[in-house]
């Protein structure tokens, strides 16, 4: 369960940085990437935190953003025939993943500004080089720990300071333990682990700023599934260790749908049916009582959701998995007679027929 230690990058306001990075008088100031046409300002897709304050959010159109701040810079994503063309934020991706490599020789690339870090193995190195040398609050300097964050409004760096401060006493300097070796009999193991890679997390972040100019958060836990809910709890620039025996406090007030493949139907039935309306409720439910409604595959995997785990590997891949494209067809655009619908579906056919005639050409 907990064997494994797996981080989530995600870069902040990905397709932003990009272009602060092209066009640096945009930088610091409210901003926002919009692509395919320029109907009513274009489809917002990306928004930077100075934006954010204003209210503008992804998926409005680029006037309801001038709306409300009406100085905010739009930039369009570049247009190939027709269709948004991402190449350069997929090329600015490739640089952050051969970053990333370097701390890892297990990195998946998750999309285009998200990437999952397998570091068991590189933290117990580090652990054996360092010869078991304790962690130093101001060592993490932008990390939060789950269970050691509560703020309210004011001073959030002292609260964060005081929390790291605390949970690495408790996993390094706890009266007798403070003496015993970090190894696997240590009795905080896990915790250590954690401590150590949110280390690495530091410096991989520092390293992928340096390299590239980009800003990212990042969620170090122990599989994938936790690591992606703790990498958002905490932005931007920051990094959030959940450890496991924190799980439950996060999913007291953590809403069911917010967990990956639970957005849909089986979070709905989790809701309706068996009154599971945060992911503490569904890990109240016992075994038996989740197959008496699921099938056996399915209820062992919400048991074991429940409970924090996740059995997933981070699997070695540079490339994301696919690569999707849309377009909205909107105002006079919009397919709203069957004659427009049936000249697009043979403009698209021809075109594409055209496509793999010059492929197979050459």
Known sequence: MT???????????????????????????????????????????AVNYEARAFGVKRGMRGDEARGKCPDIQLVQVPVNRGKADLTKYRDAGKEVIKVLCEFSDCVERASI??????????????????????????????????????????????????????????????GEDAALPLDSNHPHWDNVRLAYAALICEEMRAAVLAQTGFKCSAGITHNKMLSKLACGLHKPNQQTVLPQDEVSQLWDGLPVGKVRHLGGKLGDSLTEEMGCNTMGDL?????????????????????????????????????????????????????NTQEKVICLVVFEDVAFQLFLDVFLIL
């Open 113 to 174: 500004d998200e990437a999952y870090i397998e570091l068991t193995q590189t933290v117990e190195d580090r652990i054996k080089k360092k010869n078991g040398t304790h962690i130093a609050t101001d060592m993490l300097k932008s990390s939060w720990v789950v269970g050691y964050d509560k703020t309210e409004d004011g001073d959030q760096q002292g609260v964060r300071e005081k929390g790291v401060h605390e949970w690495l006493n408790s996993v390094f300097e706890n």
């Open 283 to 335: 890990a109240k439910l016992s075994l038996q009582q989740l197959i008496g409604r699921y099938d056996n595959k399915t209820a062992h995997w919400l048991f074991k959701l429940g409970k924090g785990v996740d059995t997933e590997q981070v699997t070695s891949r540079q490339l994301p998995k696919s690569i999707g494209c849309g377009k909205n067809f909107q105002g006079k655009e919009a397919l």
């Open 3 to 45: 064997d494994r230690v797996v981080v989530l990058l995600d870069m902040d306001c990905f397709y932003v940085q990009v272009e602060e990075r092209d066009n640096p008088h945009i930088k610091g100031v409210p901003a926002a990437v919009v692509q395919y046409n320029s109907w009513k300002g274009g489809g917002i897709i």
